[in-house]
């Protein structure tokens, strides 16, 4: 079973790195096969398959011999494992197997924030689908497993949103946008529908927590300057993921520190 999780999780992570390639582009990722961005030719199917192609073809273009960025087979084994993760997390926690609504609901979410991490990370763009598609999953489980008890949510959830997205509002006037785009004041929205609270706070502070620690060691190893903008939409998913995964110990972690 857990072979068949991480294939499944090679074959999502296929499919988002076309995401990833084609929402700041504009293309369509419904239509069109894949090809090559030096030489245009399209890739048969036997030189795309997940993981196994990269290796084959040793990281080249069969036709042109262009090197094959390793963010396509790193973020398919990402997946897969992202998959795997979410399988024992829901095992553990005894959502599963009777619930399977959880489960699933992990295997929706991971996709959306991988999307947005790898996107942000090279294009310094966060993808509206993408936002969009984690706002109507957390929107939608959350109605369903509360009931669809409509005060509960809008307490707990939608008022956490606006909150937060409010507050990423603020930061992004006074900072001039230098500091936070409005691809993350619409990020931290989906997160409060998908998180509510606490996990929103949670998820929000452990992003500045390694986006602070990230910046600092970029900023001694010469490898950025002060001031200079760096992607935060990929700090906004890493505590989100954090948060989904272990929010208890995080939780935990905190009454300890302060």
Known sequence: MMGIIFIWGLCVGSFLNVLVYRLPRNLSF???RSYCPRCRRKICWYDNLPLLSYFILRGKCRHCGQKISLRYPFLEFLTG???LISWQVAEKSGAFPKD???LFFYWLLIPGFLVIFFTDLEQLIIPDQ???FLAAVGSL?????NQGSLPFFAKNFFLV???????FLLLYWLTKTKGMGLGDVKLVF???LIFGF???VLAIYSAFLTGALVGVILILTKRSKFGQKIAFGPFLVLGSVLTLFFQKNLEWLIQRIF
Do not use: D, Q
Request: proline share 3%; net charge positive.
């Open 198 to 200: 606490p996990g929103t």
């Open 130 to 132: 993408a936002v969009i």
């Open 161 to 167: 949103a606006f909150s937060a997205s409010l507050f």
């Open 30 to 32: 419904v239509r069109g």
């Open 190 to 192: 989906a997160l409060g």
């Open 100 to 102: 399977w609504g959880s």
């Open 81 to 83: 494992i992202s998959f």
């Open 141 to 145: 489980y959350n109605f369903w497993a």
